[in-house]
């Protein structure tokens, strides 16, 4: 087992706590020949006072909609799923964590149709860092544009975080590192700007925020969401749109936003410095601005921050 899961001891496993070693699935199950899960990631961060989850019920609604997407029935509760998400955390000791409750089909028929496999959910929490670099929140990271493009609307239901998905993902990611960029920026089939591997892509020009408008082809991620709101409230115009991809040589900024990367400037893309190729000022607020609340330095005025509670030892 190598680097972010040495320290996880317990699993959170179809409604009990369960040692990591039992955290295991069938090789004949349905997800590992078809993909067929729904996942998510959610932060847990230290405040001050407490430790917190950051937008928890909304990253449980967006699973319940992926699972809908693609035909599961949750069998747990938004709040039972909280209750999970807390009871990993205790169970490891984990305070600042990711989150990844994963629900999928497991071992039943054979073929394609999944409905004759069984439902199973597993929660799993593990310390995780920035995922794109210690570094790369202050200094910035350099993007490729991926040749893959996103899927097309009506092929693959890209607004489900859909373990099917991350093929896409993981092509462009690993071009990405062969092309000796960090990360890589996917067009949609239309060759409209779309996101990233794992993050949502945001530009700046003339103080202006700018991202793309939802078209089917990209995630729409939490931290985008939270990104708009933020941004309109700290006196930013925002604007979703269509973005053709030389908007990015436009840019005077350009930056990523997602749970696990959280906010990071772009640097270059495909060489080409973005700006003067260090982290412009908009870039810079936001990602403070978002840094701030989610560690409770800052009022959190959204009610995005809920206190992590620690159900019972046997969990739910
Ligand atoms: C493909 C993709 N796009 C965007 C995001 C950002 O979504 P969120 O901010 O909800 O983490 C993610 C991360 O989960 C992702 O995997």
Known sequence: MSGAFEDVDYVWCDGGIVPWEDATVHVMSHVVHYGSSVFEGIRAYRTPSRVSFFRIQDHLRRLRVSARIHGMELPYSSVDLEAACGAVLAANGFEEAYVRPVV??????????????????????????????????????????????????NTLPMMAKAGGNYLSGSLMKVEARRR?????????????????????????????????????????????????????????????????????????????????????????????????????????????????????????????????????????
Not at 208 to 231: H, K, N, Q, W, Y
């Open 104 to 153: 999928f089909r497991g071992l039943g028929a054979a073929g394609l149709d999944p409905d004759f496999s069984p439902v199973r959910v597993f929660v799993v929490a593990w310390p995780w860092g920035a995922y794109l670099g210690d570094e790369a929140g202050e200094q910035g990271v350099d993007c490729c544009i991926s040749t893959w493009s996103r899927p097309a609307p």
């Open 180 to 316: 000796g960029a960090d990360e890589a920026i996917a067009l949609s089939p239309a060759g409209h700007l779309s996101e990233g591997s794992g993050q949502n892509l945001f530009l700046v020009i003339d103080g202006v925020i700018l991202t793309p408008e939802v078209d089917g082809t990209f995630l729409l991620g939490i931290t985008r969401d939270s990104v708009l709101r933020l941004a309109r409230d700290l006196g930013y115009e925002v604007r979703e749109g269509l973005l053709p991809r030389e908007m990015l040589l436009a840019a005077d900024e350009v930056f990523l936003a997602g749970t696990a990367s959280e906010v990071v400037p772009v640097r270059s893309v495909d060489g080409v410095p973005v700006g003067d190729g260090d982290p412009g000022p908009v870039t810079c607020h936001i990602r403070d601005a978002f840094r701030a609340l989610v560690t409770g330095e800052a009022p959190d005025p959204y009610g995005w921050l809920t206190p992590v509670s620690v159900p019972a030892p046997a969990g739910v």
